[in-house]
């Protein structure tokens, strides 16, 4: 179990998708949950920042347990999940300021994997009840959704599939981000009468391999 949290610790923040104290994960195991530590570094995780703890009530580690237990637990006793991962990816984060409702990927990939990527918003959004009621909804339904402002909260039965979903949705959102500058780009050239700027001498010759 530490080698998966180390494995996927690392992969989480060596792709961007937190910073380099964000974000959690969680195991269930029966009614103990092992969840990553209160400040933890993901991409540095050794076996004492793992804490165990129960699903259903605390216990002296209480205080050395991720902020997002509350919502940690409201999953695990409202879905069938077993791996939670919680993370910051900056372009989800960016299109859930964006959008209203939900992330309605445009890339074939995305489109395949979600169809669509609920965003709710709450009052306060670390650590609090209202987010977990919430994601005990929502993820009955969905593998994943993104709390507005803050961030995406992803299950699955390990951590493998948990991990998937994030970046999986933060690839997604960067093409969706991509896209849409592209497109702005091309119509401020179309709209300025310039045109394209060819600079290649012998232009022709690059219309064949």
Request: with cysteine; proline share 2%; net charge negative.
């Amino acid at each position: 179990m530490l080698k998966d949290f180390q494995k996927f610790g690392k992969d989480l923040f060596y792709r961007g998708l937190t910073s380099s104290h964000g974000g959690n994960m969680s195991v269930r195991m029966g009614d103990r949950i092992f969840i990553t530590r209160t400040g933890s570094m993901l991409a540095h995780l050794e076996e004492r920042d793992i804490i165990e703890i129960g699903l259903d009530e605390d216990d002296s580690h209480i205080m050395l347990t991720s902020s997002e237990l509350v919502v940690h637990r409201a999953i695990y006793q409202n879905t069938s999940a077993l791996a939670i991962v919680h993370v910051h990816p900056p372009y989800a984060v960016a299109l859930s300021m964006a959008v209203e409702g939900a992330i309605i990927p445009i890339d074939s990939e995305g489109s395949y994997l979600f169809r669509k990527v609920p965003v709710e918003q709450t009052a306060s959004t670390v650590g609090s009840e209202d987010v977990a009621k919430l994601a005990a909804e929502i993820l009955r339904e969905y593998k994943i959704f993104m709390l507005r402002g803050h961030g995406s909260f992803s299950t699955g039965p390990v951590l493998e599939e948990a991990f998937q979903w994030s970046s999986s949705l933060e690839e997604s959102c960067k093409i969706y981000h991509y896209t849409k500058t592209l497109q702005a780009a091309q119509k401020t050239i179309a709209d300025s009468g310039i045109g394209e700027l060819e600079y290649r001498k012998h232009t022709d010759d690059y219309d064949i391999w």
